[in-house]
């Protein structure tokens, strides 16, 4: 099985470290873990010394996300992220440390159950399927790496996206309460979000679904 994970350019000491568990997919996990740490260059010394956040408010910030602050000289971040935590020094006069705290805080847990989610979404159904439909050991690995290999780079742009128009939404539903409030509280008809049938409209005059959960548009 060794020579197998070998064969699929995993490090060794994922190899190790999965053969000791017993469980040989699990190399092919850590070998994409340990790929995306390699672009983790910059230190929390390096963003401090740049003019970012302190090495305090950088290991605040990360325990607020529910990780684990790493140690000051040790290389944690990638060139985008130190770039982020060296502006995030720069905007305190409106985005000042409690909020940011605060705000990481909701990232940390919201971000936690989408990465649990999507991680045991795909061992609990891409990977049986893809090991099923290969006979061959090794065939079946290589497969299961490459799903993961494709799979991994969709979420960012996703998340991203899907942020910003619920940013786009929330703003949207602010100028709306605010153009209420300066009529003396008139509620404007809100337009159409989402592709609706007769039978929907029927039902939403009985039930009226809360502002802040509404669809944004797209």
């Not at 935590?85 to 409690?98: F, I, S």
Request: glycine fraction near 6%.
């Amino acid at each position: 099985m060794a020579g197998t994970l070998r064969q699929l350019g995993i490090p060794p000491q994922a190899i190790r470290r999965a053969l000791e568990r017993g469980d040989p997919e699990g190399a092919i996990f850590e070998a994409v873990v340990l790929a995306a740490r390699a672009d983790r260059t910059v230190s929390a010394n390096d963003i401090e010394r740049a003019g970012g956040l302190t090495t305090s408010e950088i290991a605040a910030l990360m325990d607020a996300f529910g990780l684990p602050a790493p140690d000051p000289a040790t290389p944690a971040f990638s060139p985008r992220e130190a770039d982020v935590l060296a502006l995030l020094a720069h905007v305190v006069d409106v985005w000042p440390a409690e909020l940011r705290v605060r705000g990481a805080r909701v990232y940390g847990r919201q971000l936690a159950r989408i990465a649990h989610a999507q991680v045991q979404e795909f061992r609990a159904h891409v990977q049986p399927r893809l090991t099923s439909e290969n006979h061959d050991r090794l065939g079946a690995l290589r497969a299961l790496r490459m799903a993961f290999d494709r799979l991994l780079p969709i979420a960012e742009p996703l998340l991203v996206g899907v942020h910003q128009r619920w940013v786009e939404h929330e703003l949207g539903q602010v100028v709306v309460r605010d153009a209420e409030n300066a009529v003396g509280g008139t509620s404007f008809p809100e337009p159409s979000t989402s592709r609706s049938s007769s039978a929907t409209s029927r039902t939403s005059r009985h039930t009226r679904t809360p502002k802040a959960t509404r669809r944004p548009s797209t």
